[in-house]
């Protein structure tokens, strides 16, 4: 479906309520803010709820911004339309989907290849970078002017999901709208800094402890990284440790597919496993294989079982992805 039908919903529909996935990062935020101050101006009434608190490192986008917490007793929210922004399916919300016990209509944004189409109405793009170039389609759509605190949260998307403008998903239109964003004065070093850079020199120290157990497999076309719940237990992290670490693995030189593989905190055998490929293989396919999704060079999934036994399935599907 087209950004024409979810123009139609945006009129049509009066009390939004908005919500993104677990683990939210730059373009989940930088989304949901930006569309919510477009509803705003178009006189809607909006919630943002979402399963976890956003970042400290978003701090510079959310901190004025209310965002409710998902809680099973919250049952009376009151809205007309539910939002999904950058989710390939209910479930990348956490337990939030689980509000909607009157099935009212929702409207499906999100730029995941694997998105399940799970909406009433869905506007699903893959070629577009990232969730908030749709978000900013949907300003031009509707003829709203952005001011800077729009821009700054959609250049935050698209800085996040494009690896700032690295990826093969950057496009000409990305360029485009970046070079409209950049027409509100924003401060592009500090919002760098505030996402990527300002790192605890503890906190470096742990990236370090992650990079120094790489493997690697496969003549070394792939390398695999671990995060055990006994190296963050008593940590409190104000940056992104995955991608960090995940962004080195993908430097390697001859490297095809890199792999992290995280026990979850607090969760007796769940492992989440990210996987970043250089395009050759399509790790979309590989997080799918586990109910997990995402994009051909970026992906992710949820895995019961322990570290082990969920690093060998993976590693055998990214083997066969291989040959
Ligand atoms: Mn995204």
């Not at 995060?227 to 995955?242: A, H, W």
């Not at 055998?269 to 970043?276: K, M, P, S, Y």
């Not at 060079?297 to 060998?312: D, H």
Request: aromatic share 10%.
């Amino acid at each position: 479906m087209s950004i024409a039908k979810a123009v139609a919903c945006i009129k049509k529909y009066n009390n939004f309520l908005v919500t993104t996935h677990t683990n939210p990062e730059g373009d989940a935020l930088g989304s949901e803010f930006a569309f919510v101050s477009l509803l705003n101006k178009l006189g809607k009434t909006t919630i943002i709820m979402n399963e976890d608190v956003s970042p400290p490192e978003y701090d510079f986008i959310s901190a004025n911004i209310e965002v409710k917490k998902y809680k099973s007793s919250l049952k009376k929210i009151d809205f007309d339309c539910f939002v999904f922004l950058d989710c390939a399916d209910l479930k990348r919300t956490g337990e939030v989907y689980r509000i909607n016990i009157e099935n009212k209509p929702i409207l499906n944004i999100d730029h995941h290849i694997s998105n399940s189409n799970f909406g009433s109405v869905n506007w699903i793009e893959p070629d577009s970078s990232c969730c908030a170039e749709m978000v900013y389609k949907l300003y031009k759509r509707l003829n709203i002017p952005l001011d800077k605190e729009a821009a700054l949260c959609l250049y935050t998307g698209i800085l996040s999901d494009t690896g700032s403008f690295r990826y093969s998903n950057t496009t000409s239109f990305t360029h485009q709208v970046v070079s409209e964003l950049l027409k509100e004065k924003l401060d592009i070093p500090q919002i760098y800094r505030n996402i990527y850079e300002d790192i605890p020199y503890q906190g470096m120290k742990l990236v370090s402890r992650v990079l120094s157990g790489m493997k690697r497999y496969f003549a070394g076309k792939v390398v695999s990284f671990e995060i055990k719940q006994k190296l963050l237990k008593n940590e409190k992290l104000t940056f992104d440790l995955s991608d960090e670490v995940l962004r080195f693995g993908r430097a390697i030189k001859g490297i095809e597919a890199v792999v992290l593989f995280k026990e979850n905190l607090g969760i007796k055998n769940e492992i989440r496993v990210n996987l970043r490929s250089r395009g050759l293989i399509d790790v979309n396919k590989i997080a799918s294989f586990f109910n997990g999704g995402g994009h051909k060079t970026a992906s992710g999934a949820t895995i019961k079982g322990e570290l082990k036994q969920v690093k060998r399935m993976v590693l055998t599907k990214i083997s066969e992805a291989l040959a």
